[in-house]
């Protein structure tokens, strides 16, 4: 990869999304709007004995998982829109490469997913009080990380879709199985052996785990850095097979 062509792409990608407001809403305001009626649904509901609140314990796993939904679509689109409109064919006429365009992506959307990440966790630690043992910046880094692992993955189906509906029609095959086998309704270890094994093999489960481990411990641990780790490799692994899949131009 060329560092300045990576700079001058994350760059373009960045004034796009800074104009098109629809999309700045969706990164900014439907998490906080979320993180508020998990609040109202949870925030009144005692919690087990020895368990953390039922809203502490499902607001700290859903700020990881929000931004992982929202920018897989946010995504696939945006880059589907690059080849239907031909953008994509002219900028692949010039020295860009590939891994360019797509880490480009991946870091452009990476820092807007910092600020997304930084909003949805500051309503949820001072509007409505939010309590984990760990600190609140490592629940910000796992939350963009996720973000950029639905960066990478949206990026990766993309190729795949022709009409944007098709792009949309991979969140209940990609998004909608991570969610269920996560460990967030059902404790992975008490899954059936099958469904065990492929929540293992998916990288959500890694994500959600890293802030279970926020939520219940003091200091960072080996199995919280462990998981972002696997997070992160799956990230790097899916921007490699979506500039191994993309395709200039959608017929």
Not at 194 to 217: M, R
Not at 219 to 234: F, N, S
Request: aromatic letters at 8%; one cysteine or more; glycine letters at 8%.
């Amino acid at each position: 990869m060329n560092p300045r062509i990576l700079a001058v792409t994350t760059g373009r990608i960045l004034r796009q999304l800074r104009h098109d407001r629809r999309t700045v809403a969706m990164l900014l305001v439907v998490p906080v709007v979320l993180v508020t009626l998990l609040y109202y649904m949870f925030g009144d509901q005692p919690a087990p004995p020895g368990q953390p609140a039922i809203f502490d314990r499902i607001a700290l796993v859903m700020l990881g998982v929000f931004p992982f939904v929202i920018m897989f679509l946010v995504t696939s689109i945006a880059m589907l829109r690059e080849r239907t409109s031909g953008t994509l064919e002219r900028l692949l006429t010039t020295p860009l490469a590939k891994l360019d365009l797509l880490f480009g992506y991946g870091l452009a959307f990476g820092l807007a997913a910092t600020v997304q990440a930084g909003v949805a966790a500051g309503a949820a630690y001072w509007l409505f009080d939010l309590s984990t043992a760990g600190n609140a910046g490592l629940v910000v880094l796992i939350a963009v990380v996720n973000a950029v692992l639905g960066v990478a993955l949206g990026l990766f189906c993309s190729a795949f879709a022709q009409t944007e509906f098709q792009a949309v029609q991979f969140m209940p095959v990609v998004v909608v199985p991570q969610i269920l086998l996560c460990g967030l309704f059902v404790a992975r270890d008490q899954m059936a052996g099958w469904l065990q094994a492929i929540s293992d093999a998916l990288p959500l489960s890694y994500a959600v785990e890293a802030l279970q481990e926020v939520g219940t411990h003091a200091e960072p641990t080996g199995t919280m850095w462990r998981d972002v780790a696997v997070v992160v490799a799956a990230v790097v692994a899916a921007l490699v097979l979506a500039a191994a899949t993309l395709r200039r131009r959608t017929g």
